[in-house]
């Protein structure tokens, strides 16, 4: 080979060269599925909340049905492996919030459970917020620390000219302040309120965490960005043992392809359309929800593929973000899907 091939074959590797994320397939019957907590056995936020007692039982329930419980950046290695399948579970926890340490954590070292915790650095050792002490016996004691941005802030509502900049710079200075106080890198993210655009996605791959979290519910897959991974919301309305045990037992919804592919609305009746293959658990009777609306959903075939339209029956208003979620049973297996719509305009 001489230097000119060479040096075809370097620009060709470094064109296509790409994250393992992006580069190996996930065997089809790998399936992750992620929740969301963010307060423990503080019934001031119901919103944010989970009681101890709700979240004791999501744990027995993890342990009796012999689920893996990783953290994320596991999960995320476990995918990628050779591994055989087996049921798998992740418990995220947003925002480093002082009942985790006192409440929850206690508990998942009952239960000799990891999880991953996302602090905004910006608040923590703050009223109600974790301290880095506490941080650290977190770590010791198996919580893997991920990234959540220094200020928690609404990237989408800042002008276009400084947001990716100041995204980019505060991932940094985050992957910074964690290493400096817990002597760990951050291998993953977590998008605050679940927001994120293409660009903002981008950001997240180059810095190269091995994988991050969004908001919309669902479960990790064959065919999920694992740069915007969804999780099923755990808090007082979501949290009954029910709802969890349902949530545990989805399956995932593998796609060909989904449009848009942005998070981001234009207007206030977006329209989504799934291509899917004809032996897709949603290529039947399916349920469909669309917070703040009715759902409308036609199926059209083209060249063998099934493709979905799914839009509301009329405007959806005053809703900053709202999920459109399809569910489905076949052979006797639930599986779950859900695109969730952001309107930065609406405070
Ligand atoms: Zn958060």
Not at 216 to 235: E, K, Q, W, Y
């Amino acid at each position: 080979m001489n230097f000119h091939s060479i040096s075809i074959l370097f620009i060709l590797l470094a064109s296509f060269g790409c994250n393992r994320s992006e580069c190996k397939e996930i065997d089809p019957e790998k399936e992750v599925v992620c929740f969301v907590y963010h307060r423990f056995g503080d019934n001031r936020y119901p919103s944010t909340n989970v009681s101890l007692e709700d979240f004791e039982v999501h744990l027995k329930h993890l342990q009796t049905e012999g689920f893996q419980v990783l953290t994320f950046a596991d999960a995320i290695d476990y995918l990628h492996s050779d591994e055989p399948a087996q049921k798998t579970a992740v418990l995220t926890i947003d925002d480093g919030y002082e009942s985790f340490y006192k409440n929850g954590l206690p508990l998942l070292k009952k239960y000799q459970f990891p999880a991953t915790l996302y602090i905004n650095t910006e608040t923590v050792g703050g009223t109600s917020y974790m301290n880095w002490e506490q941080l650290q016996e977190a770590t010791d004691a198996g919580i893997e620390v991920g990234n959540h941005t220094h200020s928690h802030a609404y990237f989408l509502n800042q002008p276009a000219a400084e947001r990716y900049d100041n995204f980019e710079k505060e991932l940094k200075r985050t992957q910074k302040l964690i290493e400096k106080n817990l002597e760990e890198k951050p291998e993953t993210f977590a998008y605050p309120f679940g927001e994120l655009d293409q660009r903002m996605l981008k950001i997240v791959k180059e810095i190269g965490f091995k994988g991050a979290v969004a908001q919309n519910s669902g479960v990790i897959g064959a065919s999920t960005d694992l740069h915007m991974c969804p999780r099923f919301p755990m808090s007082q309305s979501y949290s009954s043992i029910d709802k969890f045990k349902s949530k545990a037992a989805m399956h995932h919804v593998k796609l060909i392809k989904e449009e848009p592919s942005t998070f981001l609305a234009t207007d206030d009746q977006p329209k989504l359309s799934l291509t899917l293959e004809p032996e897709s658990p949603l290529n039947g009777s399916v349920n469909c929800f669309i917070q703040g609306g009715d759902c409308a959903v036609s199926k059209n075939q083209v060249n063998g593929k099934v493709i979905l339209s799914i839009s509301p029956e009329g405007p959806i208003t005053g809703r900053r973000r709202f999920l459109y979620t399809l569910t489905a049973q076949k052979n006797g297996r639930w599986y779950w899907y859900s695109h969730l719509w952001i309107r930065p305009g609406i405070e």
